[in-house]
């Protein structure tokens, strides 16, 4: 359904992307993973239409996509983007912020789908409330709402959970995400949250400076990890030297590696052990000082050597 082509997009003279291509069919969910400034939110607002791509195209189905030069107003009708900068309305209450989209021609119509995505959203006991009173997370929650009203065809999000709470946002990541696959919306979401692409996404664009490190179906991406930059956005990375276990230089997260009870390549010292509920995070650095990190069932004495071996490769 969306096929976005970007051969190269630059403001002035500072280049922001180049070589980025993928699809996406309906119902899917793509997540742009990168650090910040490698060109994220470029990449979200080229294809909502707010900026225009000389280089490049964007289609959805047969119908290119042309920008703001050829459309009087910027954005795409059958789409819906949530910014980083909530646009909702201050001084109205929620519900009123999420029936502003809606036609007003069913009143009663109306106000069932403002509860259905109110509990979408987990806002129902602030239906009456008024925006302007809300945390920067529940205005967030209602940006969200807001942009579901119309039910778009794709859904393009900025870093949509980043102002919320943990413990709220496990449960409003699953309760959103099965409510796109359940509409068939097509989404793309920008985020630096690894764990949230690996858990939700149909596949992992991973960007670098603007470029494509790595777009494949999560499991895939998790399973080709190469240098420290793609593997840090999962763990703690190490980097053991050649000659250890391979002939080549080896990027690992700490569930690849783990204490060894037999003599093995690679002894370590251990430098401190954090608790991580159902384990704890070894910190330890080898001969050459270089610090590798491993997962192990019960605190080590710091100064201890242990040999380490590879369990998960």
Known sequence: MLKVSIERFSYEENEILKNVSFSLQKGEHLAVL???????????????????????????????????????????PFMKLVAQEYNVMPFITVAENIATHLSRRNM???????????????????????????????????????ALAKEPEVLLLDEPFSNIDTFR????????????????????TATHDAEEALAFADKILMLKDGTVELYDRPKAVFGNLKTPYQAGFFGEVSVL???????????????QLGVSVTETPLRVTIKHSFFKGG????????????????????????GSKYYVKLVDR
């Open 169 to 188: 946002k496990n449960a409003l990541r699953r309760k959103l995400f099965n409510y796109l696959k359940e509409k068939r919306i097509a989404c793309i």
């Open 34 to 76: 990168g650090e910040s400034g490698c060109g994220k939110t470029t990449l979200l607002h080229l294809v909502y239409g707010l900026l225009h791509l000389e280089n490049g195209s964007i289609f959805w189905g047969k119908k290119q996509l042309l920008g703001p030069h050829f459309n009087l107003i910027p954005g795409e």
């Open 241 to 255: 030297p050649k000659g250890v276990f391979s002939s080549e230089e080896i990027v690992v997260l700490p569930h």
């Open 108 to 146: 009663e119509a109306d106000k069932k789908r403002v509860h259905e995505l109110l509990e979408v959203v987990e806002m129902e006991a602030f239906s009456e409330i008024m925006v302007k009173t809300l945390s920067g997370g529940q205005k967030q929650r209602v940006a969200l709402a807001k």
């Open 279 to 302: 384990f704890y995070l070894i910190e330890a650095f080898m001969n050459n000082g270089d610090t590798v990190f491993f997962h192990y069932k019960e605190a080590i004495e710091k």
